[in-house]
Nanobody
Framework: QVEIVESGGGLVQTGGSLRLSCAVSGRLFDGNFMAWFRQTPGNGEREFVAAISWNEEDIYLPTSVKGRFAIYRDNSINTLYLQMNDLKPEDTAVYYC???????????WGQGTQVTVSS
């Protein structure tokens, strides 16, 4: 059973924008803090990008994306979003969504969505 499906990636130029979506099963989504992660080419580890609480009152963004990325969710349809603006080549990665936990504790992953930013 597929529980996480990311979409919305693509090829954009530096300074462009993309909105990623992530459809999640209710089992994983309901009541949980959710997050976006990314994995760059050649890097075996998935990097934290953004997180949001169930009621959207708590949002965390690392310095590398703060002011450019926004995370939000629609609890009525179990979907997580990542609005990415002012994209840079270093944002090139495969983006994944999941429960906001340490990566090594997560066992269910989607296929991810590729974001490529050309210079």
């Amino acid at each position: 059973q597929v529980e996480i499906v990311e979409s919305g990636g693509g090829l954009v130029q530096t300074g462009g924008s993309l909105r990623l979506s992530c459809a999640v099963s209710g089992r994983l989504f309901d009541g949980n803090f959710m997050a976006w992660f990314r994995q760059t080419p050649g890097n075996g580890e998935r990097e934290f990008v953004a997180a949001i609480s169930w009621n959207e009152e708590d949002i965390y963004l690392p310095t590398s994306v703060k002011g450019r990325f926004a995370i939000y969710r629609d609890n009525s349809i179990n979907t997580l979003y990542l609005q990415m603006n002012d994209l840079k080549p270093e944002d090139t990665a495969v983006y994944y969504c999941n429960i906001n936990k340490p990566v090594n504790e997560l066992t269910v992953w989607g296929q991810g969505t590729q974001v490529t930013v050309s210079s």
